[in-house]
């Protein structure tokens, strides 16, 4: 008679589980390791081509601005799934006020649980996305294309400030008696996250925010060179700084 084998082979059973586990978990490993690695920063200075260095500097920072901008409509969709269902009646989930609440800490908002029209009508102002030809036009200009020695040893496109003591790369020209420093960040990306934040949250910029939403409530698509306009408080020159923009959006073909 032919003896059956009943016995679990629990041993080879958790051997094998625990070998594709392993693979699945180096393979997750390499995938996040080849997400995160860093793009090389190009030299803009070395080079000499004007046109060759405005595209490098295009391309290196694009995709950056390109990913906030695809996290903010995204956002925004969820933000105005929310409203829907509050508009017809829906109960909002835990993760719903959740979402709401970080939202309103981000951009500077009152957070009321009893009245979340309140938290959700500002964030429908400020919560939205940033023209690509708006923020490549303004990281040309205040990183000199990337040459500025604010970009190059601050990892700062944007001319960002701050205000502690050894926050930042203290400017050559700084008035005497001033305490600003410019902002010194771990990577292009957190310099373009930071600059969203600063347009969509701070008070200065509050006229180009209600210049975007009378766009979108007029269901246009966002402009650059129209929302410049609500930038003249971003540089002491005021409606020359406006206007250079404008320029390098329309010479840049940026629009």
């Known amino acids: 008679m032919a003896h059956t084998n009943t016995k679990p ?6 051997i094998t589980l625990f070998t594709a586990s392993l693979v699945t978990g180096l393979i997750w490993l390499a995938r996040i390791d080849q997400q995160q690695a860093p793009e090389p920063i190009p030299d803009f200075a070395a080079i000499a081509d004007v046109n060759a260095r405005k595209d490098a500097f295009f391309r290196y920072l694009g995709p950056a601005i390109e990913a906030v901008n695809q996290e903010r409509a995204d ?3 969820r933000l105005l799934a929310i409203q829907q269902r509050m508009a017809e009646g829906g109960s909002l989930t835990y993760w719903d006020r959740r979402r709401l609440r970080l939202w309103a800490e981000r951009y500077e908002i009152e957070y009321q649980p009893d ?3 309140s938290v959700i009508d500002p964030l429908l102002v400020q919560l939205d996305q940033i023209p690509m030809s708006m923020a490549l036009a303004q990281a040309a200009m205040e990183s000199a294309w990337g040459t500025s020695r604010f970009a190059v040893e ?12 050894g926050c930042g790369l203290i400017p050559s020209s700084r008035a005497a008696g001033a305490r600003h420093e410019v902002r010194v960040f771990n990577s292009a990306e957190e310099s373009i996250r930071a600059y969203f934040r600063n347009i969509n949250s701070h008070a200065a910029y509050r006229d180009l925010r209600e210049i975007r939403a009378a766009i979108r409530n007029a269901d246009l698509p966002l402009s650059g060179t129209v929302l410049v306009e609500g930038l ?11 206007d250079e923009l404008r320029a390098v959006i329309e010479q840049n073909d940026l629009e």
């Open 115 to 117: 009245n979340l029209a």
């Open 232 to 242: 003249g408080n971003y540089s002491e020159r005021g409606q020359d700084y406006i």
């Open 154 to 165: 601050g990892n700062n496109y944007f001319g960002q400030w701050c205000y502690s003591p």
């Open 9 to 14: 082979r629990y041993g080879r059973t958790v």
């Open 75 to 77: 956002e925004r969709r």
